[in-house]
């Protein structure tokens, strides 16, 4: 057995050891029981409910406004509720500061913002929501009534946040991961009406605005996808200005100019130091 096979042997040897460790470790079971607990049916476990009436709360690009209603906080981990619930009216208004992705988004909503009326929200989140409300208003505890889950339910709005083969990401996994580094910048996503806004810290691009494009979709349609904290509005035009952080792989390209028909007509190899 030639050298380079050995050491392939054994960094996969030691690749599946080191597998097979974790996923017996206190950590990848304690995982493994906030993921699940994410599916929680929203039945017959204690919920927090509040009355709300004028709150409003700001997440990144996201104005959400809570007029009147009630809100219930469920599926607690670590004594932190991780889905909300919203009945009532409210209100949430987006400004996208990108004219690329104002356009995207007019594409295919037929609107180039945000600013829904709704009766219906929930709210899956791993940030400090829950500590906010509780400064504000006074909970108390009992479970959900079928009205409640009926309408929640009727709405599919817990639908679109379920891991499905059409996302790029696994949300109940983002999810479970935020819970772990629990702080005012963890995850917050909210579905209201046809629309959903995402902010995940632990994404290339953490603010996404989602839309669904067909009734009935089993997924989101995401023409909105922008880094936390964008404040500057950003034309088409700062696009080709934009910079972007790379990693040279050399100094010395080889550049080939040839003609249609696949002959070389010239060549260069210029020093870029």
Not at 28 to 44: E, G, H, R, V
Not at 243 to 250: F, H, M, R
Request: aromatic share 14%.
């Amino acid at each position: 057995m030639s050298n380079k096979k050995v050491i392939i042997t054994l960094i996969t040897a030691f690749l599946l050891i080191s597998t097979a460790v974790f996923a017996k470790s206190d950590l990848s079971k304690q995982f493994n029981n906030y993921y699940n607990a994410l599916d929680a049916d929203m039945m017959n476990h204690d919920a927090e409910h509040f009355t709300i009436t004028d709150f409003t709360y700001t997440k990144d690009l996201a104005n959400i406004h809570f007029i009147n209603g009630d809100l219930y906080l469920l599926r607690y981990i670590n004594e932190r509720p991780t889905t909300a619930l919203f009945i009532g009216e409210g209100r949430v208004d987006i400004n996208v500061p990108s004219e690329a992705e104002r356009n995207a988004l007019e594409s295919v909503s037929g609107k180039n913002s945000v600013a829904e009326d709704f009766k219906v929200c929930i709210i899956r989140f791993a940030d400090d929501f829950d500590l906010v409300v509780k400064e504000k208003f006074t909970p108390e505890v009992l479970q959900i009534s079928w009205d409640v889950y009926n309408t929640i339910k009727e709405e599919q709005a817990d639908f679109f946040f379920k891991p499905i083969i059409n996302h790029t990401y696994d949300n109940y996994f983002e999810q479970t991961r935020s819970i772990f580094e629990r702080n005012a910048k963890g995850l917050f996503w909210i579905d209201f009406n046809r629309y959903n806004f995402l902010y995940d810290p632990n994404r290339p691009f953490p603010v996404e605005v989602g839309y669904e494009f067909e009734p009935n979709d089993f997924a989101m349609t995401y023409p909105v996808a922008l880094p936390a904290d964008l404040t500057t509005e950003q034309s088409n035009f700062d696009l080709s200005t934009a910079n972007y952080q790379t990693t040279p792989l050399g100094y010395t390209p080889d550049i080939y100019l040839t003609g249609l028909d696949g002959q070389r007509i010239d060549s260069a190899r210029p020093d870029m130091q």
